[in-house]
């Protein structure tokens, strides 16, 4: 079987399962995501290893071309990028306005202290710095998506915690993004500390600069221009010319925040995304780039995670993985209980908030698999930050179907 004849059926293998295990993941009442990732983790080492198959290994005539995992893998960095893209436009800035303070606060009492113990813990387990603050910053990401799906299933999405829990979601998925680059810049341009106070600060400087221009212009080119560059795609006959220059801007702004800004790529299509919300065309963009993305790109970057992880590498590291769960559950739920208590809600509101913000989702997994390849942390913490996603994504549902009243919701 030839190359392409590989690839075709890999994916078709993968994109099944993904669909599959999301369905019999959502007949259970749990996220399609955890179904998705399950199925990743199948399908990879942990357990029947597809991509070491005799049918997926290269030919003798074709040992120069790219391994089958990685042409996926390659599909899977596309699909995060149009994940990111697609959390831009899916960003309600106006609505992260008006929760106002509560949302705030909770948001950065989830991001501050999982980060915080998270990096503590990993570095008490002998992992050094570097990788240690990464795993710190993987702890501090909320899926929304997850969130918002039970609340609703509740009836609880209008009351005052859902409205607070979804406001703290997306903030937190802000500064979780601003920490990313922060981390990921820092970590890939390191400052030099040898000669003297100047040189060690001066990059710091130039590095914190280079970031800040990079924001300023994504966000002045999307107010100026992004309208005009739309609107003249509009004008164009050929087909779907407006999503397509959606596209364009959206891997130029990947391109850019990683080439100019020396930020994670998936800031620019996030940013991307969240300038192209005041766009009039916004509606027609949503729709295209869900339709473009979820029946191949996003599939396949959830299982991909699954084939990248490889729980068998956990067994002499089983504690580590059961503290940093125990931390990525407990640190949320005080850390945002914390901030929505310093707001006025009394003890059971706040412990509603925290619940609401344990499941990483997606988010943790996009960050995990940035810093994986990009050599930040290695396979065995990659595994490990895995395990913790499904564990938290799987005990969100059921805990705040629990702390939630089921009569008598109060909306606002």
């Not at 994109?15 to 019999?24: D, F, P, R, V, W």
């Not at 749990?30 to 990879?44: D, R, S, V």
């Not at 996926?72 to 149009?82: Q, R, S, W, Y």
Request: proline share 4%; net charge neutral.
């Amino acid at each position: 079987m030839n190359h392409i004849l590989q690839l075709l059926l890999a994916l078709g293998i993968i994109i099944a399962a993904a669909k599959i295990a999301g369905s019999m993941s959502a007949a259970i009442k749990q996220p399609p995501i955890f179904g998705e990732i399950l199925a990743g983790l199948i399908l990879g080492p942990s357990i029947l290893n597809m991509m070491g198959w005799p049918l997926f290994l290269p030919s003798a005539n074709e040992a120069a071309l790219p391994a089958i995992g990685e042409v996926v893998h390659d599909i899977a960095e596309i699909g995060v990028i149009l994940l990111m893209f697609i959390a831009g436009l899916e960003t309600d800035l106006k609505g992260i306005i008006a929760v106002g303070k509560n949302a705030f606060w909770a948001a950065a009492g989830g991001v501050i202290l999982p980060m915080g113990i998270g990096t503590w813990f990993s570095m008490y387990a002998g992992f050094p710095l570097k990788e240690s603050i990464f795993i710190g910053t993987i702890l501090t990401a909320t899926s929304v998506s997850i969130t918002a799906q039970t609340l609703m299933e509740i009836g609880a999405l209008k009351t005052k915690e859902g409205s607070t829990i979804l406001g703290a979601a997306v903030i937190d998925d802000v500064m979780g993004i601003i920490v990313l680059s922060l981390v990921v810049a820092f970590s890939i341009n390191p400052p030099q500390a040898s000669g003297g106070i100047y040189s060690a600060v001066c990059p710091i400087g130039l590095l914190m600069l280079q970031i800040s221009v990079f924001f300023a212009a994504a966000i002045l080119i999307g107010a100026k221009f992004f309208d005009r560059i739309l609107d003249y795609a509009v004008k164009l006959t050929s087909s779907h010319a407006l999503f397509a220059m959606a596209l364009i801007l959206c891997f130029l702004y990947a391109i850019g925040a990683e080439y100019f800004g020396k930020v994670a790529a998936i800031t620019g299509s996030y940013i991307c995304g969240v300038m192209m919300t005041r766009s009039k065309h916004f509606d027609k963009i949503l729709d295209s780039a869900k339709t473009f993305a979820y029946p191949l790109f996003v599939p396949v970057f959830l299982v991909d995670i699954g084939l990248r992880a490889n729980a068998r590498e956990l067994g002499g590291n089983m504690p580590f993985v059961v503290g940093i769960v125990l931390i990525a559950i407990a640190a949320k739920v005080a850390g945002c209980m914390a901030g929505a208590r310093a707001t006025g809600f009394n003890n059971r509101e706040s412990f509603r908030v925290g619940i609401g913000m344990i499941s990483r989702g997606e988010v943790g997994l996009i960050i995990a698999g940035y810093g994986l390849g990009h050599a930040i942390i290695q396979k065995d913490v990659f595994s490990a930050m895995v395990i913790m996603v499904l564990i938290t994504t799987l005990v969100t549902p059921p805990l705040l179907r629990m702390v939630f009243p089921k009569k008598k919701l109060i909306e606002l």
